[in-house]
């Protein structure tokens, strides 16, 4: 073990954003917070394509939405942060995809009533709570390994370093957390069992993102949406900025995890022949074509999510809101929370919820 030890009054696991929240309400309590990633970014599932020349987001590799009409946590946060919204593009008609053999059909489809896009991306909202940490809260390339309770407070190991704190706030997945932390005293039984029937949203799923010079589609009068039981793309839609700029489409894959780990390049050909299907020839020369598959990622997604259906995770039992080892460990992820578990309101409800119970 290295030489790197630091302590702090909490130690929160994880900098997605639920764990950023919890670290930035901490802080505004008066306590001294380490904030450890265990990846080389923060936002967890929260990710955005960067155009490599001029830095600006092409789009959204993972949450893309939020409905501030129905989600009081999402508009005091937004307004908190002073990042705006702009409503999702569906003007037009969608493409009714029923496979090669088969004519592509072209009707409206209904959407949903309050859908937004944040202005920027949800990234935005890492970025913002990133540039407001004091120096040194945050360190990523921190897998935690190891977190050890005893009388005189919390030990955590993370990547070859070891921290103290008086207690630790969990916003990693909690199957992750369950599965590739050593805990002592081990967790009880009934917790662990939760952990494990905790499903990680996302995390099975693949997005491909996919920008052109410019929206044509809408100039077709299409809206941009595809729904699909050929696939690979199972549904589409236009993520472009607000303006149009940049012009982007995303789509949910619907292959398996093996069969697009097995066949990474075949996926992005069977994408353009099902989008130039849809939508025409001008859909056969994107400027970027990027799939991330959330279930290659081991801070993500674990064989338990893998070995289980697609299925958004239901409100968990209490035991995960509750805290631990005598007050001193605190669960924060996304899908811990009894408010929209696993979207991006779930995790503002998580963070603010654990750093509340450390009052």
């Not at 999402?74 to 995809?97: H, K, P, S």
């Amino acid at each position: 073990m290295s030489d790197e030890s630091s302590s702090a009054d909490v130690i929160v696991i994880g900098a997605g954003l639920a764990g950023l929240v919890a670290t930035s309400a901490l802080l505004e309590q008066g306590r001294s917070v380490l904030l450890l990633e265990a990846s080389d970014r923060p936002g967890g599932r929260i990710r955005s394509l960067y155009d490599t020349e001029t830095g600006s987001v092409l789009g959204d590799l993972g949450p893309t939405w939020v409905w501030p009409a129905y989600q009081p946590l999402v508009e005091q946060w937004l307004q908190r942060l002073g990042i705006e919204t702009f409503a999702q593009f569906e003007t037009g008609n969608a493409a009714l995809d029923y496979g090669p053999a088969a004519q592509v059909q072209f009707q409206p489809l209904p959407g949903q009533h309050g859908i937004a896009r944040i202005a920027g991306g949800p990234v935005a909202l890492i970025d913002t709570l990133v540039a407001k940490l004091p120096e040194a809260v945050m360190r990523t390339g921190h897998a935690v390994s190891a977190v050890r309770v005893d009388e005189n407070g919390v030990q955590v190991e993370a990547s070859g370093n070891a921290f103290s704190a008086e207690r630790v706030i969990v916003a990693t997945p909690m199957r992750v957390a369950e599965s590739t932390i050593n805990w002592s005293p081990t967790l009880a039984d009934v917790l662990a069992r939760a952990m494990r029937d905790t499903p990680t949203w996302m995390s099975v799923h693949a997005k491909a993102l996919i920008v052109y010079p410019t929206p044509f589609w809408r100039e077709a009068g299409l809206s941009g949406r595809i729904a699909s039981r050929a696939g690979p793309l199972a549904e589409a839609h236009d993520v472009s900025g607000e303006d149009g700029n940049p012009a982007a489409l995303f789509g949910f894959v619907g292959w398996p995890h093996d069969m697009r780990a097995a066949d990474r390049d075949g996926l992005e050909r069977e994408i353009i022949v099902q989008l130039v299907r849809c939508f025409g020839e001008s859909a056969a020369r994107p400027t970027h074509l990027h799939v991330e598959d959330w279930a290659a990622n081991r801070f993500i997604c674990t064989p338990g999510d893998l070995a289980q259906p697609m299925n958004h995770p239901d409100v968990g039992p209490d035991i995960l809101r509750q805290s631990h080892a005598n007050g001193r460990i605190v669960f924060a992820a996304a899908e811990t929370s009894d408010v929209s578990p696993g979207l991006i309101e779930g995790a503002l409800a998580a963070g603010m919820q654990a750093a509340n119970q450390l009052r």
